[in-house]
């Protein structure tokens, strides 16, 4: 079966299966009606541009029937306010949301610098592979993975790490993420050396923008 996906600013995407709707790190460089109509919205770490705090109580609010699954560092700031429907994973969790079957891996931030400490951060990989998420790590699923939301531009990376971050994960297809730093001047320079060299189908979306995977 496939999933519609459909890319909102930045690192957030929306999945749309048999009438449900998983939304992906609805952050603050991420529209406003990104958690629209959401049955269930998983957050990997707390940053800012991933976690927006009053963003995500509006949303449950919003929706009575919307669940939240996240780290600890997350869960403990809104749990409270939503008692039964907001739930802690980590590395090796399995769980269903919204009709999804998503797998945890992952456990740390990549290093931004070694004198910034390291946060929690968790990938979700979705319906067995269909997609996976890492947030803001390059971490490696132990399975094949066919859509691979790809961060492209991080003040923790640098594109050699990119590309061989493709190339150890193997995806049948990658979509940037991660990309609200990123020019639409310097778009091209990362989409030919990693469509290049990156040894899958490398593919953008605009916000807003949507295809089945």
């Given at each position: 079966m496939t999933l519609k996906l459909t890319k909102k600013s930045h690192a957030c995407?929306?999945?749309?299966k048999d009438g449900r709707t998983l939304v992906l790190d609805p952050g603050g460089f991420t529209e406003?009606?990104?958690?629209?109509?959401?049955?269930?919205?998983?957050?990997?770490?707390?940053?800012?541009?991933?976690?927006d705090e009053g963003r995500l109580r509006a949303a449950m609010e919003a929706g009575p029937g919307a669940e939240i699954w996240?780290?600890?560092?997350?869960?403990e700031r809104i749990s409270a306010a939503f008692p039964g429907r907001v739930h802690t994973?980590?590395?090796?969790?399995t769980f269903t949301a919204a009709g999804f079957d998503v797998q945890v891996h992952g456990e740390l931030h990549a290093v931004i610098h070694?004198?910034?400490?390291?946060?929690?951060?968790?990938?979700?990989?979705?319906?067995?592979?269909?997609?996976f998420h890492p947030g803001d790590a390059l971490t490696v699923p132990d399975r094949p993975v066919e859509t691979l939301m790809l961060p492209v531009m991080a003040p923790w990376s640098k594109i050699s790490e990119v590309i061989d971050y493709v190339r150890e994960v193997r995806p049948r297809r990658a979509y940037d993420i991660h990309d609200a730093l990123l020019t639409d001047l310097a778009r091209p320079i990362y989409d030919r050396q990693i469509g290049a060299l990156g040894g899958c189908?490398?593919?953008?979306?605009?916000?807003g923008e949507s295809a089945d995977v």
């Open positions: 995407v929306r999945l749309e406003a009606d990104a958690t629209d109509g959401a049955d269930a919205i998983l957050v990997t770490h707390e940053h800012p541009d991933h976690f996240t780290l600890k560092s997350v869960a994973v980590g590395h090796g969790d070694p004198d910034i400490p390291r946060v929690t951060n968790v990938g979700y990989l979705i319906d067995g592979g269909k997609v189908e490398h593919l953008r979306l605009t916000p």
